[in-house]
Nanobody, 114 residues
Framework: VQLQASGGGLVQAGGSLRLSCAASRTIFSRNTMGWYRQAPGKQRELVARISSGGTTTYEDSVKGRFTISRDNAKNTVYLQMNSLKPEDTAVYYC?????????WGQGTQVTVSS
């Protein structure tokens, strides 16, 4: 079963979006979850992670602007993105850490206009 991210869209620079990703309990409950993104012509990169206990880490370019959270009762991970910049434009995906190849979904497109 692939993970389906949602909540992307077109937003102006400085705007906000909240992404969501629901997973099965088997995948979600014991795993560190992450949000990844892939911009055109670039490799997929990890931007935020959250452990099963709630410890978070962020890639430097999103620190202070993005917040990852999880709802263990709903098996859902979120990414609140504020102060968006054009360089945040990418397809955003969720997966475990380390990632599981078979559950990559289609991702959700985030486009930030200047």
């Amino acid at each position: 079963v692939q993970l389906q991210a949602s909540g992307g869209g077109l937003v102006q620079a400085g705007g906000s979006l909240r992404l969501s990703c629901a997973a099965s309990r088997t995948i979600f409950s014991r795993n560190t979850m992450g949000w990844y993104r892939q911009a055109p012509g670039k490799q997929r990169e990890l931007v935020a992670r959250i452990s099963s206990g709630g410890t978070t880490t962020y890639e430097d370019s999103v620190k202070g602007r993005f917040t990852i959270s999880r709802d263990n009762a709903k098996n859902t991970v979120y990414l609140q993105m504020n102060s968006l910049k054009p360089e945040d434009t990418a397809v955003y995906y969720c997966n475990t850490i380390p990632s599981i190849a078979s559950i990559w979904g289609q991702g959700t497109q985030v486009t930030v206009s200047s």
